[in-house]
């Protein structure tokens, strides 16, 4: 089983168009979730961090539930600016180091 | 403020050969981290320096890597010799080390080709 887990999509939805991503961990003892979005042979840049309250910031919603052990990221509104993959990444403790699920494709449609 | 840089972008050679990338992370920022994506797979941790040292290097595929960051600035990442397996594409980030807060900023990466 892989440490963080994304569905690869893609996720093809019109302009609009609410969109939800989930992504889960396997490890328990995981203390920091983190949403990246990677732009096509770009690199990934920080959208958001996920707090276990959950967070907003604009059109994007960010939740973790720990008790089961997935994190969620809403877009509302999707622009066509957001066609883009959101890597869900989790700090498992020790030192900072990250691990990075495989992405989910997003394509929003005109 | 300058970003991470990576040098160089691409970086097409034979197997058996060595190759250098180097990545210059944001001034100010201790801690350098290098990952590497194979295509199709998940962006992999490989090491994380803070200053010069290295903090973790767990995620080193084998003794054919080297990486190095003398002085705590930059950093340099050798493969010798390259096997075809090692193509993907490297990146470098770098981040402050603040408490709670925390967000690492990704150079553009290196694309390695092994042929």
């Known amino acids: 089983r892989k440490e963080v887990e994304q569905d690869p999509g893609p996720f093809n939805v019109p302009e609009g168009a609410t969109v939800a991503f989930n992504c889960t961990y396997s490890?328990?003892?995981?203390?920091?979730f983190f949403w990246y979005r990677q732009d096509c042979r770009k690199e990934p840049k920080l959208l958001m961090s996920?707090?276990?309250s959950g967070n907003e910031d604009g059109r994007f919603t960010a939740q973790l539930n720990r008790a089961s052990q997935y994190i969620s990221l809403l877009i509302r509104d999707s622009k066509l600016s957001d066609s883009a993959t959101y890597l869900c990444v989790v700090r498992a403790g020790g030192y900072q180091k990250v691990t990075f699920g495989i992405g989910t494709k997003l394509q929003v449609i005109p | 403020e300058a970003g991470v840089t990576q040098f160089p972008s691409h970086s097409v050679i034979e197997k058996g050969q060595t190759v250098t990338l180097r990545c210059d992370p944001i001034?100010?920022?201790?801690?350098l981290y290098w990952y590497r994506r194979v295509m199709g797979k998940e962006i992999k941790f490989l090491l994380h320096?803070?200053?010069?040292?290295?903090?973790?290097e767990s995620g080193m595929p084998n003794n054919r890597f080297l990486a190095e960051r003398t002085g705590g600035t930059y950093s340099t990442l050798k493969v010798q010799p390259a096997e075809l397996e090692d193509s993907g594409v490297y990146f470098c980030?770098?981040?402050?080390?603040?408490?709670?807060?925390?967000?690492?900023?990704f150079g553009p990466g290196t694309r390695l080709t092994v042929t």
């Open positions: 490890n328990s003892a995981s203390q920091s």
């Open positions: 001034s100010g920022h201790d801690n």
């Open positions: 320096f803070v200053k010069e040292s290295k903090q973790d």
């Open positions: 996920v707090y276990s």
């Open positions: 980030a770098s981040s402050q080390e603040t408490g709670s807060a925390y967000e690492q900023y």
